[in-house]
């Protein structure tokens, strides 16, 4: 299986200053973390893409992989090994024996932004590793993207307009490509502190993904 890491923007990517300058500074005050760009984690020749926000600061930019670390990762793989998505134990390292089925994560922005917040130029920068990644996967069939800035990053690689294809959790939308876009709101702390998703809510898209797939073939 062809690997998606060929697809990833370079350990010292100079595309976006602050973003730049912001991991410099985390390389010197935490040598020992990855500090880069987080490549996609999984391999090419499978149909299921779930597309993030962007790395965590002490989660996939501590770990250098994408949702492990912090919390949204905990709500994310045991959602994906309940669903057969994946396998294995998720220890919240990179070298834990977890391993994907069928699915590929990334993230719409490759290296941590300042508050977990990048700029509209930083997304756009990056949009390009996205599309690269989308355009090198022949048997994709469906792209969970989660919350607006995932969806956004994610309409735009796949060449739709954003008001053919709007965002809310449990949506979902066909690519004139044939993929179909699944929207969920973000698993992180923040939204199932709030009630804003519920584990229930989470599990039910990424069971009627599983559907679609299945479906498909």
Known sequence: MESANHLDPPRDCPGCPRLVAFREEWRIRQPGWHNAPVPTFGEL???LLIVGLAPG???ANRTGRPFTGDYAGELLYRTLTNT???TGKFEARADDSLTLIDAAISNAVRCVPPGNKPT???IKTCSRFLMST???MPKLKAILALGKI???S???ALAMKRSTATFAHGAKHRAPSGITIFDSYHCSRLNTNTGRLTEAMFLAVVEKIKEKISSVG
């Open 134 to 136: 989308i355009a090198a």
């Open 120 to 122: 509209p130029v930083e």
């Open 57 to 59: 600061l002490r989660g």
């Open 150 to 152: 995932a969806h956004d």
């Open 45 to 47: 020749d499978t149909r």
């Open 84 to 86: 057969k998505f994946a």
């Open 154 to 156: 994610t309409i735009a």
